[in-house]
């Protein structure tokens, strides 16, 4: 099975089952975690689509969920909330939006004294 690792976004060729202590070969993450599983959810209850599954609190680290199987990690890594903006606005034709600086830095020149 070819599936993809969430730390490092590494393909990953598995044969049989994911072992809890399991870790990529890549980056050292722990596969048998909630962020690699299939049933991960970040909208669903507890972040997991499997009704009877354990609550887990640290979704990266290893756990052992009887109810885990491995499932494409690297789409749930996260990017760049502003790149991914860009790329939208440059799908439409818009220019990128303007670099943000600190807010403090705005708030500070927004009341200094001139």
Same mark, same amino acid.
């Given at each position: 099975?070819?599936?993809?690792?969430?730390?490092?976004?590494?393909?990953?060729?598995?044969?049989?089952?994911?072992?809890?202590?399991?870790?990529?070969?890549? *980056? %050292?993450?722990?596969?048998?975690?909630?962020?690699?599983? &299939?049933?991960?959810?970040? @909208?669903? +209850?507890?972040?997991? =689509?499997?009704?009877?599954?354990?609550?887990?609190?640290?979704?990266?680290?290893?756990?052992? *969920? %009887?109810?885990?199987?491995?499932?494409?990690?690297?789409? &749930?890594?996260?990017?760049? @909330?502003? +790149?991914?903006?860009? =790329?939208?606005?440059?799908?439409?034709?818009?220019?990128?939006?303007?670099?943000?600086?600190?807010?403090?830095?705005?708030?500070?020149?927004?009341?200094?004294?001139?």
């Amino acid at each position: 099975m070819a599936t993809t690792c969430y730390g490092c976004g590494g393909t990953l060729r598995i044969d049989g089952p994911v072992g809890r202590r399991t870790t990529c070969p890549t *980056c %050292d993450a722990d596969l048998h975690s909630c962020i690699n599983c &299939r049933h991960y959810d970040e @909208s669903a +209850a507890h972040q997991c =689509r499997e009704p009877h599954a354990d609550h887990i609190v640290e979704k990266e680290q290893s756990n052992a *969920c %009887d109810l885990f199987q491995l499932g494409d990690g690297a789409s &749930r890594r996260r990017g760049s @909330s502003k +790149a991914a903006k860009d =790329r939208l606005r440059a799908l439409f034709g818009e220019a990128p939006a303007k670099e943000e600086g600190d807010p403090r830095d705005a708030l500070e020149a927004l009341f200094r004294k001139k």
